[in-house]
């Protein structure tokens, strides 16, 4: 089952020919999930051949427009586009207040339009779909920011086939082993999960920071995660810029996940001064080898791991 991200734009607030401002699509089970909305997302989407109507949540990081302008275009294309199903934004409550204001005079959404506001002090559960859940947690940016962290819950074990013919395993027997039991025959021989189960799939996640300053507070909320997308803003010979606007460079952001202990990072949110990106792409990965550079229309798929413990 897929668990995959796409970048849609990779650049900070300004942005340049070659890349978008700040927005990323992220496919769990085919479900799609945008994080953040920059200016020219909808276009980003279609180039991209990413379905608009199969998005049902957005997650905005905070009130900077360059993360969320793209927003006003979106919702007008959905309207036109006869959208019926309830869309759910997560943002600053500012951001409620002005969608509402930008409603077109005379007009009204065709479909429901659901705001959950956020939380700045600590790790606040958003959603809970049975097979994920979404969390925003507080980041240290200019103004209140949150990023964002995507889970997938816990499977069962799974059953080996051959073992329900050889004891005769009914549904409640077979239900009651996937969740760790052992299974008893008729004649009282007891018989170890272990003997009937495969390991099941590793949960895999995502986390999306992005603006911050490096903030050692914020690793707790994302140890052990798959996938990290971290913003990068600047390189560490613009160290005392990045501090100035609260933002990260890319040997910071290196910092951030390997202690966080992440199998992969994704560094992003380039400032345009930047003709080339090796340069902070080198600086990431002598601290973090398993570094990647966000670039528009770049897909990072997860792949399924099966738990090493069983």
Known sequence: MKFELTILGSSSALPTAERFATAHVLNVHERF???DCAEGTQMQLRRFRIPMGRIHHIFISHFHGDHYYGLFGLLSSLNLMGRKVPLHIYGPAELETLLKQMTPQGESYLFPLVFHTHRYDTLSLLLDTGSLKVYSFPLDHKIPT????FR??????NIRKEKIPEFNLGIKDILRIKTGEDYVT???????NRELTLPPIAPRSYAFCSDTRYNPDYVRFIQDVT???HEATYGHLHIERAKATRHTTAREAAMIARDARAGQLVIGHFSARYKSLDPLLDEAREIFPSTIAASDGRTISVPSVKVKDH
Do not use: H, M, Q
Request: net charge negative; glycine share 8%; aromatic share 14%.
């Open 33 to 35: 999930y945008l994080i």
């Open 146 to 149: 949150v990023g964002f962290l």
């Open 152 to 157: 997938e819950s816990s499977r069962e074990l």
């Open 186 to 192: 008729s004649d009282g021989t007891k018989i170890p």
């Open 227 to 229: 996938l990290l997308y």
